[in-house]
């Protein structure tokens, strides 16, 4: 069985379809993807220092403390880090 489409018909339907491909690849619709954080001991081995050192100048890097203010622990962002690690060599 064989369809006719008019020229304009053929039109409507490309655009309707343009539209729903546009719709499914929009960029902003998409879940972003979740930081990945490391602890203190990768993230100095990353950057080439010791883990005391980094402690020290922690606030150079982006970084998160879980825990209460005594004990906190201490997690980098591995992507600014490497980043980081390139744009230094």
Known sequence: MEIQLSEKQMDSLANRT???VVNLLRVED????????I???????????SE???R?????????????NQQARIYF???ALLTN???NI
């Open 85 to 87: 690690f390139a744009n």
């Open 56 to 68: 020290r100048i922690k606030d150079k890097f982006p970084h998160i403390k879980r825990g209460n």
């Open 39 to 49: 602890g203190i001991k990768e993230a100095a081995g990353i950057l080439g220092m």
């Open 77 to 79: 962002d591995e992507e």
């Open 30 to 37: 998409r879940p972003k993807p979740r930081k990945k954080y």
């Open 52 to 54: 005391y050192h980094l």
């Open 18 to 20: 343009a539209k729903i």
